[in-house]
């Protein structure tokens, strides 16, 4: 029987175009023993052979999980290659060990797809920041501006934009507008949106959210840990604030990071994103160092600790019992799918046409009409 630690988070939220603090909860299952591992992930494998499911892993989520995904034919991966592995594969179960938005996104890929999620409660601080019904009033004030938002966003706020990004592709695609001409509306978070403006010059409204984990790297204590690691390469994640992205040798996705890693020449990276993706980086790079990025020091609260608290509600225990009993099964209001499906699927094809780590799947080769839309929204 597992057990679960309760842990209040707070975080910001835009109310009225006002920015305030508010409060949400994660419900982390306890670390199961060495021998209740060994039996979850034997009966993982089972169940996702019996019925035929495909795991689809965050880079965040406990290392167990993701090896479970890599050995089974999944994919551990950031939020765009999920978003396009996932409706690459003909299984009719896809389980979805993240967050809450990355089961939507695959549910409005795949609406005739089963899609499970080891706890439906695992949220993100950008996704609770930007509420459907405060952003399309804002929305509303702005109706020159193109509305571009961050995947780490509700079904609902998905429905109201023109594209959908992730953090591999918005410098892409804002770069592409901008060149158009457009204005941007971009939410939610400040962070990537202020990142994002600085390297395209586009005019961009931001929205005011952050995310727990990346807003609490601290520039300071960063350069003093680099004077201790002179040697040492910086990668940041580009939720991050602008005072770490500036000390950044590189900044990316997830998986941009890793390549990063992969490609430097270094033997050793400071690390500034969520610290889930260590296990990765150090059984693909057994020979290379990696220091996680500061987020003591002055001021610091610790919020999350450099661990995000609702991708740490995946575990072995929920996923085993969500294949199992079928239950936490994501569905998403079909209105709502239908609309917020365009700015996805635009997302996945400017990726595929530009290469961003995507390829084209049967459905997107085939809407020649979409192909030829990728411009201004
Ligand atoms: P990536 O798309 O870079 O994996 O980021 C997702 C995320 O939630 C970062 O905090
Ligand atoms: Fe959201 Fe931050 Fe957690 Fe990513 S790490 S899911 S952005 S709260």
Not at 317 to 324: C, S
Request: net charge negative; hydrophobic share 45%.
């Amino acid at each position: 029987m597992s057990t679960r630690s309760n842990r209040v988070v707070e975080f910001e939220r835009q109310v009225a175009g006002v920015a305030c603090t508010a409060r949400a909860w994660a419900s982390v299952p306890d670390a199961p023993s060495a021998e209740e591992r060994h039996g979850l992930k034997a009966r993982i494998k089972r169940l996702l052979t019996e019925q035929r499911g495909v795991l689809l892993a965050h880079y965040y989520v406990e290392g167990d999980i993701q090896d479970l995904a890599e050995e089974t034919g999944g994919c551990v991966a950031d939020s765009l290659e999920m978003a396009r592995f996932g409706r690459a594969q003909s299984a009719r179960t896809l389980v979805v060990a993240g967050v809450r938005f990355m089961g939507e996104t695959a549910k409005i890929l795949n609406p005739e797809k089963r899609v499970l999620m080891p706890d439906l409660d695992a949220t993100c601080s950008l996704d609770l920041g930007c509420p459907a019904d405060e952003f399309s009033s804002f929305c509303d004030r702005h109706p020159e501006r193109t509305v571009v938002v961050y995947a780490n966003t509700s079904a609902a706020v998905k429905a109201r934009a023109d594209w959908v990004v992730t953090s591999a592709i918005a410098l892409d695609v804002v770069r592409h507008l901008h060149e158009c001409g457009e204005k941007i509306l971009w939410a939610p978070d400040r962070h990537l949106g202020r990142y994002v403006q600085e390297q395209t010059g586009a005019d961009m409204l931001l929205w005011h959210g952050a995310c727990v984990v990346h807003e609490e790297f601290k520039a300071l204590e960063l350069e003093l840990l680099k004077k201790e690691h002179p040697r040492a390469k910086v990668l940041v994640h580009p939720e991050s604030p602008a005072e770490v992205i500036r000390l950044a040798d590189a900044v990316g996705s997830t998986t941009q990071i890793i390549r990063a890693a992969q490609s430097l020449e270094a033997d050793e990276f400071i690390v500034a994103t969520d610290s889930g993706i260590l296990h990765r980086m150090r059984m693909l790079m057994p020979k290379k160092r990696f220091i996680e990025a500061p987020t003591a020091g002055a001021g610091a609260a610790c919020k999350s600790c450099a661990h995000c608290p609702w991708m740490a509600m995946n575990g072995l225990a929920n996923l085993a019992n969500a294949l199992e009993s079928g239950a936490n099964e994501v569905h998403v209001d079909p209105e709502i799918a239908r609309l917020a499906y365009r700015p996805i699927d635009r997302m996945l094809a400017f990726a595929e046409r530009r290469n961003v780590n995507v390829r084209a799947s049967g459905d997107l080769a085939k809407d020649g009409a979409l192909f030829q839309r990728i411009g201004p929204a």
